[in-house]
């Protein structure tokens, strides 16, 4: 499966932004999907997971509260929407994909994940 993260941008603290993690090739559906993001200097972290289904989600404790992440795997789209947006939040943020066998399961290990999108850069002006 190919991944490809957009939605990226430059914007003020506290904005909104709505990134997105279309694929290519065989069905979304088929896989959970997490959000990582890698700030310079600094080393690659999680940030939010999806099981296969959309009804499990997990975020990590910097983010929760304010971003979101959902699928549409009619669309075979993931989606993270980030909200009350910080400097500390500038990165580029992957979208990666899991085979999951469980349509419940998902994962916040980087390494539980096979196949990884290009990357959008979001940065956030104080």
């Known amino acids: 499966v190919q991944l490809q993260a957009s939605g990226g941008g430059l914007l003020q603290t506290g904005g909104s932004l709505r990134l997105s993690c279309a694929s290519s090739?065989?069905?979304?559906?088929?896989?959970?999907v997490g959000w990582f993001r890698q700030a310079p200097g600094k080393e690659r972290e999680f940030v939010a997971g999806v099981s296969r289904n959309g009804f499990n989600t997990y975020y990590a404790d910097s983010v929760k509260g304010r971003f979101t992440i959902s699928r549409d795997n009619a669309k075979n789209t993931v989606y993270l929407q980030m909200d009350s947006l910080k400097p500390e939040d500038t990165a580029v943020y992957y979208c990666?994909?899991?085979?999951?066998?469980?349509?419940?399961?998902?994962?916040?290990?980087?390494?539980?994940?096979?196949?990884w999108g290009q990357g959008t850069q979001v940065t956030v002006s104080s």
């Open positions: 990666a994909a899991a085979t999951a066998p469980s349509y419940s399961s998902f994962y916040y290990r980087s390494r539980e994940y096979e196949y």
């Open positions: 090739g065989r069905t979304l559906g088929s896989y959970a």
